[in-house]
């Protein structure tokens, strides 16, 4: 993100479990496109795995995540479809069902990411700061 151009955003919150239990060591992998809409790996002229990566939850379940705002995506509309800046995110714990997510950040909407989840909308807020919880469900 060092360097990234576009408008800041960070994404901070905590991986638990249905019981309410932290889950360390939990990872989310995450990708979205940049400022310009445009993805690497499909972009020639974006560098390889730009804004993709995998954070690690800490002891208490905790994770934070500096990025910049996405666009809406390049491919999106060249097919005709409706798209707004996301955030792709799947998130992984050993004995826990997977939980894969687009967050979208968008003032005034915030909600806690289930395993039911496809696109969650999340508060983006003042500074582009969005506060959003994972839970997920036992295999």
Do not use: K
Request: a negative charge; one cysteine or more; hydrophobic letters at 40%.
């Amino acid at each position: 993100m060092e360097g990234e151009p576009g408008t800041p955003l960070r994404i901070a919150g905590v991986v638990r479990s249905r019981a309410g239990e932290p889950l360390s060591g939990a990872e989310l992998e995450i990708w979205h496109a940049d400022a310009d809409g445009c993805y690497s790996g499909y972009s020639v002229e974006i560098l390889r795995n730009n804004l993709r990566g995998i954070v690690v939850t800490c002891a208490g379940g905790r994770f934070d995540i500096s990025t910049v705002q996405p666009a809406p995506c390049e491919f999106s509309s060249a097919r005709g479809e409706a798209d707004v800046g996301h955030v792709n995110v799947v998130v992984h714990a050993r004995g826990f069902r997977p939980l894969e997510t687009r967050l979208v950040p968008t003032p005034g909407a915030s909600r806690e990411v289930d395993a039911s989840a496809v696109e969650s909308l999340v508060d983006a807020g003042v500074g582009g700061e969005v506060s959003c919880d994972f839970v997920l469900d036992p295999i």
